[in-house]
């Protein structure tokens, strides 16, 4: 019996001994990835001053904001005071960026992390790809550039500060700020002053916009608050896959050219929840722009949702499928406008603005044909073409200083298919003197609008040239 209870015991031990061995043999191969603090990416020569060109593939609009959440990916976080920034808001972090940038870039699911509590200062980078699936760049802290045209590099670009470039599944989030230290660029001499002694003088006049994605595809961006740009705040040119969520976008309401967020040649776009309040379109969207859906995002100071301007220098402009609803805006100079040169081609087609509410806007429902930033533009022939635009619940109040609704359309290229059911805008103070106007537009009236919209002329134009010269 003894020497059975022995035998137990003997094997026992066996057992405990090989799962012991066991474990240790898995924590050894479960470690963690080290990070590679290698050099910094050369900036690649084409995005300086690219020429637009939109992706070939397809995707959809990311329907997840946050789908890299650097929770489920400690492994792979890169931290910028890992790779030398210090984050005192005036030692130049450029090169731990680009660094942490590297080795984030090499790895599925990375993270280039810039903390709270820090304040961190670069100058104008390009942050490129191809890199590995699902890259974040998460911003807690506070990222900014040099601090005005004086202590600008030389050697960098004055036309653009962050740039990221061909990538793909790729993420800016977090809870930080990006500052733009933007009043010395509106102070250059140059810029269009709006105050009542302002002025305008010859001389370099070149701002960086803020953030541009080039060439790159399902991108999220969420998040952030984005402030004082020098230029635009946020540019997307030849993207395809964009969902903007949770954005705060904000510069003073006469900082010239800062517009909020500004896409082109770029296809499935969301943008929601958002606040911009700028000194000029807090959205713009130009040529090569289709399928984009604007929604629950409020507007003001600034001047307004803009569709153009399309079709400068003879050239044809294309946008489509645009949708903008439940949308506030406020205090602005424009609310929802298209804008457009003669002498271009091209078409504006399927555009619904819905469940918008104006307060204090001028100009609230705009469509401009003779666009020009001087008195000297010449009447043309050819036009961009306007049709199937379709405003509905549209309400709230105007700036009597300009008529609420203006249809100036082309003479030989009418706009059609304006459809107008719902509106009803009222005067903030005062009491209007001018009629709507309306100029070779036609459409329907679903149901009356206020004020009465007489000068819109019912059905289609009896002489409609042919337009298929002006398809996309």
């Not at 959809?60 to 030398?84: E, M």
């Not at 705060?248 to 606040?275: A, F, Q, R, W």
């Not at 489509?320 to 949308?327: F, H």
């Not at 399927?350 to 010449?378: G, T």
Request: net charge negative; with cysteine.
């Amino acid at each position: 019996m003894e020497s059975i209870r022995e035998l137990l015991l003997i094997l026992l031990a066996v057992i405990l001994l090989v799962q012991n061995l066991s474990n240790v043999e898995a924590r050894y191969h479960h470690h963690k990835k080290q990070k590679n603090k290698g050099s910094t990416v050369p900036p690649p020569a084409s995005p300086e001053n690219p020429v637009s060109s939109s992706p070939s593939y397809s995707p959809s609009v990311p329907s997840d904001p946050y789908p890299n959440d650097p929770v489920n990916s400690t492994d792979c976080i890169f931290d910028v005071r890992d790779y030398g920034a210090v984050g005192d808001g005036s030692a130049d972090d450029t090169a731990a960026f680009r660094a942490a940038w590297k080795a984030a870039c090499a790895v599925e699911a990375g993270v280039v992390l810039a903390p709270s509590d820090y304040v961190f200062k670069i100058t104008s980078t390009i942050f490129s790809g191809p890199c590995k699936p699902r890259l974040v760049f998460q911003l807690d802290g506070v990222l900014m550039p040099p601090d005005g045209p004086d202590t600008w590099p030389k050697a960098d670009s004055r036309k653009q500060w962050l740039v990221f470039y061909k990538l793909d599944d790729m993420t800016f989030t977090g809870k930080g700020t990006i500052e733009g230290n933007g009043q010395p660029w509106w102070d250059l001499p140059c810029k269009p002053h709006r105050g009542p002694n302002g002025s305008t003088s010859s001389g370099p006049c070149d701002s960086p916009a803020l953030i541009r994605f080039f060439m790159s595809s399902n991108l999220v961006v969420s998040g952030l608050t984005i402030q004082n740009s020098p230029q635009f705040h946020m540019k997307f040119d030849g993207c395809e896959g964009v969902m903007i969520d949770k954005l705060s976008i904000s510069s003073p309401k006469l900082s010239p050219n800062t517009d909020g967020i500004h896409i082109e040649n770029t296809k499935s776009v969301g943008i929601y929840n958002s606040m911009i309040s700028n000194g000029d379109d807090c959205i713009s969207i130009g040529t090569g722009c289709s399928d984009v859906d604007i929604a629950d995002v409020t507007c003001g100071p600034s001047h307004g949702i803009s569709i153009g301007s399309l079709g400068a220098h003879y050239s044809q402009a294309c946008v489509s499928n645009i949708t903008v609803r439940n949308a506030i805006i406020r205090e602005s100079d424009n609310g929802l406008r298209i804008k457009t040169w003669q002498g271009g081609t091209g078409c504006v087609s399927d555009l619904s603005f819905e469940n918008i509410q104006m307060e204090n806007v001028r100009n609230c429902i705009n469509i401009d044909q003779y666009y020009c930033l001087s008195k000297e533009c010449l009447n043309q022939t050819s036009a961009v073409f306007v049709t199937g635009i379709t405003y509905r619940n549209i309400k709230g109040t105007y700036d009597v200083r300009t008529p609420p609704i203006h249809f100036a359309c082309s003479d030989t290229v009418p706009c059609t298919k304006i459809t107008m059911a719902e509106v009803e805008l009222l005067p903030y103070e005062g009491q209007l003197l001018d009629d709507p106007f309306c100029w070779n537009a036609y459409g329907t009236q679903e149901t009356l609008t206020i004020p009465p919209i007489d000068c819109l002329q019912e059905g289609e134009p009896q002489s409609e040239q042919e337009v298929s010269a002006y398809g996309c």
